[in-house]
């Protein structure tokens, strides 16, 4: 019965950390697989950046939904399926969610936005959808114009992508 005793008093003691920490726990783990993510991409290991990337989606916390740290982490996780796997439709999948986040944060006149809006008119371009992605670098051109006038390269860029 001691044994018994002494191993029910763990296992309370464990849930009942888990219980008052937990955030703490998941909060950690998200950002190490996120950062294990990163350094997968910069190696060139696409496969096991994209598991990672997803783990830390997974186990994100609510209140770190609308952090620039998970912002990038769709973002990249969304270039990893158009630059390295030729996935378009999945990767906009994560551009939208981005956008959504993007927006909600931050509202819709800043780079982030015009980048994204950028990033979803090409995988919209090379899965043939051209009125959604010429819509895209209409927005993505705009608002460069706006931030940082005609005569910047992100502007440019997106008046290359409109035939411009």
Same mark, same amino acid.
Not at 47 to 60: G, R
Not at 100 to 116: H, T, W
């Given at each position: ?44 290991? @696409?496969?096991?950046? @994209? ?16 952090? /620039? ?6 973002? /990249? ?40 809006? /950028? ?46």
């Amino acid at each position: 019965m001691g044994v018994l005793n002494i191993i029910m008093r763990i296992v309370a003691c464990s849930i009942l950390t888990i219980l008052i920490f937990g955030h703490e726990l998941h909060s950690q783990t998200w950002q190490q697989y996120r950062d294990k993510a990163d350094t997968f991409r910069v190696r060139k290991n @696409i496969d096991s950046a @994209i598991e990672n990337y997803k783990l830390a989606k997974e186990l994100i916390p609510a209140d770190s939904i609308y952090s /620039n740290s998970y912002i990038l982490l769709l973002t /990249n996780t969304g270039n990893l399926f158009y630059l390295g796997k030729s996935q378009y439709s999945t990767a906009e999948i994560y551009y939208l969610e981005a956008r959504e986040i993007i927006k909600k944060k931050d509202g819709s006149e800043n780079d982030k936005y015009a980048l994204n809006a /950028n990033f979803l008119g090409q995988v919209n371009y090379l899965q043939r959808k051209y009125r959604p992605a010429e819509t895209y670098y209409l927005e993505a051109k705009q608002i460069w114009e706006r931030l940082f006038t005609k005569k910047s390269s992100q502007y440019a860029i997106s008046c290359n992508a409109l035939g411009i």
